[in-house]
């Protein structure tokens, strides 16, 4: 049985979902300065960054954080 996660904006939109779509909007650049990171700011790459946030809760809740500010509670189509 599926339950669904009302309180939840983030339930269904992956880490790497959210990191595209904040660098895109974003750049590297302003990312970096945003989330002072190594890895937004040093030869940055999606699967570097991946890596880092899954393994670091504290960045990744900052990235979390970020990508919710930016777009509020967006739903994946």
Not at 9 to 14: A, F, N
Not at 36 to 63: H, N, Y
Request: charged share 20%; net charge positive; aromatic share 10%.
């Amino acid at each position: 049985m599926s339950q669904s996660h009302p309180n939840d904006p983030l339930h269904g939109i992956t880490l790497e979902t959210m990191l595209v779509h904040l660098v895109d909007r974003m750049g590297w650049e302003s990312l970096g300065r945003s989330v002072a990171i190594r890895c937004f700011q040093f030869d940055p790459s999606i699967k570097s960054s991946l890596t880092f946030l899954r393994r670091t809760p504290w960045a990744r809740a900052e990235v979390e954080a970020l990508y919710l500010r930016n777009v509020g509670t967006y739903k994946a189509p």
